[in-house]
């Protein structure tokens, strides 16, 4: 696969499909590429916890927020539900 980069201007302008093609096949969307393996959960996993979250808050409008320390102490903000 040549990319439009890689050859003259003219060639490109002969074929412009081609090197439209190339560029559109190489195109890949990091939202569509998740981290796996050791330590991450599966996308539907993710999707169903995430879902429920959602209902059980309204929409993520309804909640308890407190601040609590962490074992460093720092301060953060922590969305419960109650």
Excluded: D
Aim: charged letters at 20%; one cysteine or more; a negative charge.
């Amino acid at each position: 696969m040549t990319f439009p980069f890689e050859v003259p201007f003219e060639q490109v302008q002969g074929n412009p499909e081609a090197y439209i093609e190339a560029i559109f096949a190489c195109l890949v969307s990091e939202f569509l590429v998740l981290p796996c393996g050791r330590g991450f959960i599966e996308y539907p996993v993710f999707e169903c916890g995430y879902e429920v979250l959602k209902q059980a808050t309204a929409g993520f409008r309804e909640g308890a927020l407190s601040t609590r320390r962490t074992p460093h102490g720092k301060i953060k903000r922590v969305h419960g539900i109650s």
